[in-house]
T-cell receptor, first 112, second 114 residues
Framework: ETGVTQSPTHLIKTRGQQVTLRCSSQ?????VSWYQQALGQGPQFIFQ???????GRGNFPPRFSGLQFPNYSSELNVNALELDDSALYLC???????????FGPGTRLLVL | GENVEQHPSTLSVQEGDSAVIKCTYS??????FPWYKQELGKRPQLIID?????GEKKDQRIAVTLNKTAKHFSLHITETQPEDSAVYFC?????????????FGKGTLLTVNP
């Protein structure tokens, strides 16, 4: 059984640019949730994907978007980057109908 | 929406002592409460969880208690060791709807002094 993986590990972008982050879910898991963790804070829910469709969204603007692929891996896209988007982006995989979420190592994004 | 408050924000104990972290939640529909441990630069790691039909759960030195009436739950770590030093997050989830969103507290930095 493989765990949740994310790429890249670190990324530096400038304001206004766009970024794509990737997540591979744990073997057998069909649901991926994305969270943003600012420094010194708890993770905040961005959205969740199940069967390639968005299945719930937190208080994030539309410039945060995502995809899920048939193999259950997922992407998080952020357009028009702002300085406040600097954070650790975590994905978590789970089984639909199951509460337990397992986190990946995260992608640390720095926006200059 | 759900709101989770966590206290204290920092906690320093001597090795061998017990540590208690408390959380309150606002949504009475929440029915799943996990605790995550996050070491510096690492992923949040699930250490224990409890569902609303259970009042207490133990796993070796770690225990969690839940009071649904008061809407609070607590993490208890006994016989603390230096490797327990980390940030601990509580979270709540309402799994009655179509998505399973975790709402986290702001975290507790636990330092265990040798």
């Amino acid at each position: 059984e493989t765990g949740v993986t994310q790429s890249p590990t670190h990324l530096i972008k400038t304001r206004g640019q766009q970024v794509t982050l990737r997540c591979s879910s744990q073997s057998g898991h069909n649901t991926v949730s994305w969270y943003q963790q600012a420094l010194g804070q708890g993770p905040q829910f961005i959205f969740q994907y199940y069967r390639e469709e968005e299945n719930g969204r937190g208080n994030f603007p539309p410039r945060f978007s995502g995809l899920q692929f048939p193999n259950y891996s997922s992407e998080l896209n952020v357009n028009a980057l702002e300085l406040d988007d600097s954070a650790l982006y975590l994905c978590a995989s789970s089984l639909k109908g199951g509460e337990t979420q397992y986190f990946g190592p995260g992608t640390r994004l720095l926006v200059l | 929406g759900e709101n989770v408050e966590q206290h204290p924000s920092t906690l320093s104990v001597q090795e061998g002592d017990s540590a208690v972290i408390k959380c309150t939640y606002s949504d009475s529909a929440s029915n799943y409460f996990p605790w995550y441990k996050q070491e510096l630069g690492k992923r949040p790691q699930l250490i224990i969880d409890i569902r609303s039909n259970v009042g207490e759960k133990k796993d070796q030195r770690i225990a969690v208690t839940l009071n649904k009436t008061a809407k609070h739950f607590s993490l208890h770590i006994t016989e603390t060791q230096p490797e327990d030093s980390a940030v601990y997050f509580c979270a709540a989830m309402s799994s009655g709807g179509s998505n399973y969103k975790l709402t986290f507290g702001k975290g507790t930095l636990l330092t265990v002094n040798p």
